[in-house]
């Protein structure tokens, strides 16, 4: 089956949506980034993980209220899709079945 | 609140604008909110001067495909926008407007035409000129040699593109890539510049005729009327001659085996015609009306016999290379190969010399590089064309400022047609398909235009071109990039602008203030930019004009107004010389004659080099001499400044000792000081350990014999009598000339029965030397008058809208009492602002320009301030003039007819 993979920015990004719920939204995810990875990001970069990850259909977006600090502008908010959470979900089964035989190497069976 | 104290920090502002103008519109709202809040929260932590680095480190940072990428239309653009139907109605939508929109369509294509009239006339003139050597079979296998001299005494090398006679031969016979080669040589800086024929009881002058290797006609292609081009050089005393003087001659271009009588500077000659040529295949450099063989007598014999491989660089040298061959490599060998042949040589005369070759293809463009070659420079060239691209430019803004300024009347059809679907591209290719009609217009004009005033064009640039539109494909090709070009340059601003007005607000009424804003600027540029081209053009005008001046009126240290030439070359005249010269001074009108061997404006063609008592031939001055008498101090009115004049009993027929008068430089060459100079006695060694002494009688001021863009050179004249110089200048007082002119011909006539009678002005002969400075100055000031008046066009245009748009402000101002002339000024402020302007801006451009031109003359002017004012008070007047046409007319219009319908 062909299916999309993801580059680790774009995990990262798609997980801190996810835990957000609902309330993600470009300078929200910048600096919480910012605060759980210490890396030094720019708005630049997070916005287009944002788009590729939802030309990829694992995000969906609409837009908020607007904000006096934003100058009145809205604000776009995102959410994972149903895709989304399959494919995280299926990247974290693969890295834990992966860190198990990388812990218990013995209970390998094709060893 | 704190906030209400000090103003809330804002991003900066350009950072912002760039971002709005790079950013995709569906990404905008969100990118740039997110960046305030970013800002916002960044002031917090680390300050608004920070905040604001970031802000402008983060905006750069967007500048990514991903940000800048436009989200495709939901509306398709229409596939029908080059659909032959829709082709069709724009150009029915393009007619409608210009008939409802007379006054416009006027000025605009007026503008056109005359903008595509210059324009075409300098593309064919260039083309014409860089057609030259390109029509022989193996032009790009035909080169020239070209010669490099070094003296020690001189810094800088002397480049010309002549050589020395034996070396074109020596190269044939050494090197097995030159497939054939000739030898040119043009008699007429020789003082040969006319050539007497005779044929029957037909007698006149033709002027130009080359000396030519027999191969010449395997080298060159040439389209033969009559005889064979390989055998017709062949026998000695044979001459091939051009279609039109076959025709002068005989009447007929079947000339073959007919015989004629020609005369150079000595002795007559008999020749057989064995051809009959035309430049139908094509113009080349080597133009002259006939050629003879070297194998004849005269120059012919003298440059077969000739053996030096320094001196004597007279003659035009040209190779024709196998195919194949690897020219730069050839060049590279002739180093080796002028020191095998001709090292001792050069070693004895102390001096240097280099051999290169120049691709025959480019020999009529290049003509300013090397001296003894006639032609066109290629810098000359590109100028015409830089011009040619200005004026059609200025008339193109004529087109975009016109239709945006009235964008307002099309507004509303813009919207409709927006409103029943029309996608931007086909209304852009509404407006493009306007301004191609307004163009081939435009050039339908201009094209039989430029038929019809090629002779006066032709003049101006002393060309001889012709409109072949049946036969050349290329001007086709010409004239139809003309007219894309044009149409697309004018055209794309005003489809562009008018194509992006947004229907709704235009079904509003409201007028996007922002974007017409913006309009009304750039059409301020634009007026700029067209009062820019041509101010410049005035000023350069004005500086041409007054260095042409200068050059022909500067004090040239002799008299040349009211100076009569009579040059006298038929065979058994100069015995005759000496009485027609007492004839003549016998005359009332005459006050004195002279006779001289190359008068002043002419090529001397003698030279000498000399050294002073001490010295040796090492450190010896060339010098240039002619032969005169003891009447040129007179004639000329030629100041003494040291010594005395000549008397009849200096004549001395031994060549090695003679008295002569020298000018200022060449005392200041030789380090001579004027006292000492007197009585002095110049040396030169010849060959056979003979010596030439001069003795210096007198020190005459210094004169310009050539152009005034070279310095004056040594010069010095020795003492003849009257047979031996045939160029008889008299010094005339009359107010009659064609009465003085008949006495003098019926003198002629008794004595030289043989020869048509020729005479000259000094001060004509002397303007010639200028031909080229007179015909730029022509050129550009005809340009600078079409500029100027194409550039009036548009402002008028513009004026006139203007007025129209404020005709109710007009008529407030009337009622309430403003008077004609205060309105008037009102309306022309506008625009004579903008003419300021752009003089200012223009000013340094031009003195830039002009200096540039300048420096090429050892004689030059200075660039004045009042140039530039008066410059620009020419722009501002013709400007003010053409608005002021409008603005009075509309103050003195009725206020009530502008007030009442409302």
Redesign the interface.
Known sequence: MKRTYLGEFEELVLLTVAVLEGQA???VL??ELVAQTGRSL????V??AL??LEDKGMLSSE?GE??A???G????LFKVTAFGIRTLEEIQEIRSSLWNRFTNPKTDPSL | MSRLEQPTPQPPRWADRLLEWFCAPHLLENVQGDLHEEFFYQVEQIGVQKAKFQYILEVLGFIKPFAIKRKPSPYPSSTTTFHPTMIRNYFNIAIRNLAKNRLYAALNIFGLTIGTLCCLYILLYVQDERSYDKHHTAAERLYRVTTELNFPDTKDPHRMSTCSPPIVPAMQAEFPEVESSTRVVDPAPFGVDRYLFKVGDKVFYQNTGYVVDSAFFQTFDYHFLAGNPKKALNAPQSMVISEALAIKLFNTTDALNKTLKVTGQVEEETYRVTGVFNNSLGKSHLMPDFFTPMNSRGIGEYVRSDNSWAGNNFLFGYLKFKPGTDVQAFEAKLAAFIERNGGDQLRQMKMQKKLFLQPVRAIHTSAEDLAMSKGTSERFLNMLLLIAGFIQLVACINFMNLSTARSTRRAKEVGVRKAVGAGRSSLMGQFLSESMLMTLIAVGLAVPLVWLLLPLLNQITGASLSLQLTQDWSTWGIIVSLVLLTGVIAGSYPAFYLSSFNPLSIFRGMRDTKTSRGAINFRKVLVVSQFVISSVLIIGAVVIQRQLNYLLKEDMGFEKNQKVIFPIRAEGSRPQIGSFRNQLRALPEVNNVSGMTAYPGRFVPNDISMYKEGESMNSATVIRFAFTDEHFVNTLKVKLLAGRNFTPQDTSSDFSKAKVLVNQTVLKTMNISQEEAIGMVLRSDREGGEQIQYTIIGVFQDINFERMSEEIKPYMVRIASPQDLPQVIADVTTQDYPAFVQKAQKIWTELFPGAPFEYLFLDQEVAQLYQAEQTFSDIIGTFTLVAIFISCLGLFGLSVFAAEQRMKEIGIRKVLGASVGSLTGLLAKDFVILVVLSICIASPIAWYLMNLWLKDFAYRIQIEWWIFVLAGGIAVMVAFLTVSFQSVRSALANPVKSLRSE
């Open positions: 939204y470009g300078v910048l600096h720019r708005l630049n970069q916005h287009s788009q590729r837009m607007p904000t600090e934003r100058g502008r809205r604000k776009r």
